[in-house]
């Protein structure tokens, strides 16, 4: 998937209701939930936003064109967003304004190491602080006078998107497991987690981080995970 998530906006210039006009953010991302947070963040500010889904979806992107802002996931399908964050920073061509994101918190000090400018802890549901994240990382200043003083608006993604992404750790924990799908059902878990707010999930899905196959630890957290998946799928479990 790449730009399907795009906002079609006219160029125009910032203003108090939407500082962002006018920049193109680009968001590497593979959770459709966390995704659909940025859009709505993207849309409330004014400015467009193309998604990628994984590396190599980001590295087509960079190919044709220089986004005004990347925000990078650090746990991406096909390898560490830090690595995208590192090429990108010591590009002849880098963006002016270059992000981290995650739900764990030691990964704000990986990103910035690798570069980025700053960093957004999910889940990123405040439009104050998406907004001041871009602004005060963009090089000079666009239009200060726009920056909205204070901001209390939150937005809240569709959970139609929340799941999709539960479907999609679903279909992964359905098939034969290996440590590299562990891997990943664990960090793509926790990443939805803290988008949607669920300490429950959150913890079950890192359980799987000191979990080997076919140690009985790594099953019977795998067997957790997967009730809790089946649970917010059908609407039995609290989100």
């Known amino acids: ?3 399907d998530l795009s906002i079609q906006i006219p160029s125009r210039k910032p203003s108090v209701d939407r500082p962002l006009q006018g920049l193109t953010v680009l968001v ?9 947070a940025m859009r709505l963040l ?22 044709v064109y220089r986004p005004s802002a990347v925000i990078v996931d650090l746990g991406l399908p096909d390898g560490s967003g830090a690595t995208l964050i590192r090429e990108i920073a010591q ?3 880098p963006v002016p304004v270059l992000l981290g994101t995650s739900g764990d918190d030691a990964a704000e000090g990986v990103a910035i190491a690798a570069g980025a400018h700053g960093f ?10 998406f907004q001041q994240a871009i602004l005060s990382n963009y090089p000079g ?37 290996t440590r590299q799908k562990l891997d990943y059902v664990r960090q ?22 000191w979990a080997s196959q076919p140690d009985p630890n790594a099953r019977a957290a795998l067997a957790e995970v997967t009730s809790l998946v089946e649970m917010r799928m059908t609407g039995t479990g609290a989100f």
């Open 1 to 3: 998937m790449t730009d």
């Open 28 to 36: 590497v991302e593979d959770s459709r939930f966390a995704s659909e």
């Open 42 to 63: 993207c849309l409330c500010s004014g400015a467009r936003i193309r998604r990628a889904d994984c590396l190599a979806s980001a590295h087509r992107h960079l190919a």
């Open 91 to 93: 590009s002849d061509q």
């Open 120 to 129: 957004l802890q999910k889940p990123i549901t405040s439009l104050a602080v």
């Open 141 to 177: 200043t666009i239009a200060p006078n726009c920056m909205r003083l204070v901001s209390a608006d939150r937005v809240t993604p569709d959970p139609l998107a929340l799941r999709d992404d539960l479907s999609h750790v679903a279909e992964i924990l359905a098939s034969p497991m």
């Open 188 to 209: 793509f878990l926790c990443s939805v987690a803290f988008s949607a707010s669920d300490d429950k999930l959150a913890r079950a899905a890192n359980r799987l981080a």
